[in-house]
Nanobody, 121 residues
């Protein structure tokens, strides 16, 4: 089973930026995605990259977040700009062999331990 390790979370003020990284023990998967879970809420899809090229974003982050990957480093990234307090959550990296639709949580069976993002107003 693949091991996923996230990093890069932290505390920033609204309007700031963070870049999350997820390193996988084996790579690539057909679907790699970023999800987030705030206290008391369900885990939701934020961004996904399919086949190393096709990207998908939730409406709430479209235009502010960018997902990318470096196959040579077995690493998935999430560049987060113009952060808002509502972006605060634990962010998880997920991997799947199939994901239809791309941001469906149930398609992802492999998860990292998460990295916390806190955005203050």
């Amino acid at each position: 089973q693949v091991q996923l390790v996230e990093s890069g979370g932290g505390s920033v003020q609204a309007g700031g930026s963070l870049r999350l990284s997820c390193t996988a023990s084996r790579y690539p998967y057909s679907c790699m995605g970023w999800f987030r879970q705030a206290p008391g809420k369900e885990r939701e899809g934020v961004a996904a990259i399919l086949g190393g090229s096709g990207t998908f974003y939730s409406n709430s982050v479209e235009g502010r977040f960018t997902i990318s990957q470096d196959n040579a480093k077995n690493t998935l990234y999430l560049q987060m700009n113009s952060l808002k307090p509502e972006d605060s959550a634990m962010y998880y990296c997920g991997a799947a062999n199939m994901c239809v639709p791309p941001l469906a949580r149930g398609a992802y069976k492999n998860w990292g331990q998460g990295t916390q993002v806190t955005v203050s107003s």
